[in-house]
């Protein structure tokens, strides 16, 4: 096995609920990742002198800052037996700073396939637990399962949704995440809830009141897709999205969109195409 080529999904937050903030900054939460169809792509090539080299276009990012490099170096550590090298090509599809999980999931899709290609052996609950060292949300694209979640978001439990069609649009702007939770109007102390809850459908978003008042472009696209179906943030943002029963009326409200807007419509999915590709689920 020479050469992989990885999908890495999307997420959206379908609730997110900040039930308090730790010692350490970190705030605890509750949240429901919903796993997308739709992502970016990552080509690993197996190299045998050692070096990691990374290919992406994404402009102004230096490569060893990149989660997917910083990643790579992880796993390279940990082999110690082997010429453990690859070139790596990330093509991107996924807005950076939407809040739904680009830079994340390609971390993920770097651990799991270099865990592959270099034939380590690495367990998923090893793999997860080297992702939780490069950001909260790595954990859930690791084990490929939609999944309610608390903690700092890294503790999981795989729950199944329905296979709803989304609209995810990003306003062109960037929210700046450590300003949000760091912020002094921003509700930290929301009751826990329980799965049930969520399922009558009494959640929202604790960031996004602040969110819509400090961006006002988030604001104006949450108002003109709730035109539609109920809108709502993803994460701190800046992506907002609605549910919908089919494709063909997502991708018509999604056509309909404002110029400024980026969109793209997608499928809820509870298995990762990562795994189902890779066999591990």
Known sequence: MQTLILPCPAKINLFLNITGRREDGYHELQTLFQLLDYGDTLTLKHRTDGELN???????????????????RKLQCLAVDIPAGADITLEKRLPMGGGIGGGSSDAASTLIGLNQLWQLGLSINTLAEIGLELGADVPVFVRGRTAWAEGIGEKLTPIETPNLWYVVLKPD?????????????????DSPI?????????????????????????????????????????????????SFKDQMTAQAVCAQRPNELFGFVARGINTSPLHNALGLL
């Open 173 to 189: 702007c960037h929210v700046a995440t450590v300003e949000v939770f760091s912020h002094e109007q921003l509700t930290r102390h």
């Open 54 to 72: 990374l290919i992406s276009d994404i402009n102004g990012v230096n490569s060893e800052d990149n989660l997917v490099m910083r990643a790579a």
């Open 194 to 242: 329980k799965i049930a809850t969520f399922l009558e459908g009494g959640t929202g978003n604790s960031c996004e009141p602040l969110v819509r008042k400090l961006y006002p472009d988030i604001d104006k696209a949450l108002i003109w897709l709730e035109q539609f179906s109920p809108a709502k943030l993803t994460g701190t943002g800046a992506c907002v999205f609605a």
